[in-house]
């Protein structure tokens, strides 16, 4: 057997604990009267995760990506019941495992795949199951297309297949802009959803996953440590409901000069978003945002502004922390005016 001539292990660990990390529960919310003792009912969690993949290539134009992914969630209460549980709950999975077929500036990737579309409101860093095809234009521009399972993250027990394409345009090194699509295969797709327009109980009700996407987006290095991402996405799937919000918009301005493997450097950012209950997924919550962007699918929308600071403790070794304050996207149309603060803080190390 020849051995391989270039392969590379590599991978990450984080825990963080998060408050109201759904970032869906209206302020004096209690589910019931069985509950009443319970002043909220925020979701908390801790979760431990590890990755550990490797990188491969067998041949002059072949490349190998895997990775398999290890998670485990305690002291989390899901903001439904008041369960506290402390114990393990632990999941593995193959998060990663792609092969790459490149010819001069063409790529074909098949299998399960990290994915970014756009600057990200549509899909960021999360893995798809299926084919993509991506042509380097040069001048760090690209265009690629494709189809996949968006369900490969394991959040459904059920396959969701969708057309994906993607463009990105360099101005210079500095500024690119970009467009990102998306679009399911069939508006019979459902998902259960229990905040509708109310923030209340409803049992079995169903939702349509009608989804097809578009996002425009701009990325731009202002200054050595000035950085500026801006994007806004809308849904133009056939038959979603009347009053459906469909439009959605997020920025992001950054200070600083992180730099991941260097110790003590850092950023702070501020981040803005005006969501519509249809305008992101934020019942898979695939995208880049550190807030689901919503309280599902067809719920509530989200509006709202956020801060963080990320500093590097030592070289590939990041403490982060964010703070978010939301309000649903159209308070009149939802019958409350404000969610409950979230704040994230996580502790990444990368090897």
Do not use: C
């Amino acid at each position: 057997m020849q051995q391989n001539r270039k392969i590379k292990w590599f991978g990450d660990a984080r825990i963080r604990y998060q408050t109201n990390y759904k970032a869906d529960t209206p302020k004096g919310y209690t589910a019931n009267v069985a509950d009443k003792d319970r002043k909220d009912k925020r979701s908390n969690r801790i979760q431990e995760r590890l990755r550990l993949g490797f990188y491969a290539e067998p041949d002059e134009n072949l490349s190998v990506l895997g990775r398999v992914k290890l998670e485990n969630t305690t002291n989390d209460d899901n903001g439904y019941t008041n369960n506290g549980d402390s114990g393990a709950h632990g999941s593995a999975n193959l998060d990663l495992l792609a092969l790459t077929w490149k010819q001069m500036d063409t790529s074909v990737t098949l299998g399960r795949q990290n994915l970014n579309i756009g600057q990200g409101l549509i899909w960021w860093d999360n893995p798809v199951d299926g084919i993509m095809v991506t042509q380097d234009l040069g001048n760090n521009s690209l265009i690629s297309a494709g189809w996949g399972n968006l369900t490969a993250e394991n959040w459904k027990d059920y396959s969701m297949n969708a057309f994906i394409a993607n463009a990105q345009i360099g101005v210079d090194d500095n500024t690119k802009f970009t467009l990102g699509y998306l679009k399911t295969n069939s508006n019979e797709n459902t998902l259960w959803n229990n905040h509708k327009n109310q923030w209340n109980w409803i049992e079995s009700s169903e939702n349509p996953y009608m989804l097809e996407q578009i996002a425009y987006g701009i990325n731009t290095q202002l200054s050595d440590k000035w950085n500026l991402t801006a994007e806004a996405v809308t849904n133009r799937a056939s038959g979603l409901p009347d009053g459906a919000q469909k439009n959605g918009w997020w920025t992001r301005l950054t200070y600083g000069n992180l730099k991941w493997d260097t110790k003590d450097t850092w950023k702070v950012y501020a981040d803005y978003m005006s969501l519509g209950n249809y305008s992101v997924d934020s019942t898979g919550w695939a995208h880049i945002l550190n807030t689901p962007g919503g309280d599902g699918l067809g719920g509530n929308g989200e509006k709202g502004y956020g801060l963080g600071i990320s500093y590097m403790l030592a070289d590939n070794t990041n403490l982060e922390f964010n703070w978010y304050k939301l309000r649903p996207y159209d308070s009149n149309y939802s019958g409350f005016s404000d969610y409950y603060d979230m704040y994230n803080l996580a502790l990444n190390y990368s090897f």
